[in-house]
């Protein structure tokens, strides 16, 4: 009786792990292949996938110590960025005409992975890269739709000083 009832909860084991085999051996069938290896890893996010952006606006801030450019789709959502410290230039380097054209180059590079091909220039700031910072991204191939210069001049300026008596 012993053997017997040994015999029959082994048998009844064994037929739930096969049934449960089964089970996940079809959940794994229905499920991709993806999502099966994502399963197994935990903790991994996925990869964002970068979005093709034929056309954008490029934003070249140049003040007397640094040159910035950002690179936005149409909506004014940042995509790529650099500036001179970024490109490797330091100290009063920063601000040479070399360093803004280097810094556009660099950002070139990675707007031209996203398959940017039309673009508008907005131009602020007095500084001495901005001049070549725009005839790198001319000569670069893309297709310049408009410059604007949108470097703040003052209306009216500051108050005058008060009238000196003496």
Known sequence: MKLEEELTTESASDAAAQVSAELAAKAAESASPAAAIASKIKGSKKKRSKIKIPKGKIFINSTYNNTIIAATDPLGNVFAWGSAG???????????????????????????????????IFIKGIGSGRESAIRALQASGLTVLTIKDRTPTPHGGVRQKKVRRV
């Open 86 to 120: 970024k490109a490797g230039f330091k100290g009063s380097k920063k601000s040479t005409p070399y360093a803004g054209g280097k810094t556009m180059e660099d950002v070139l590079v990675r707007i031209k992975e996203r398959g940017l091909t039309e673009v508008e």
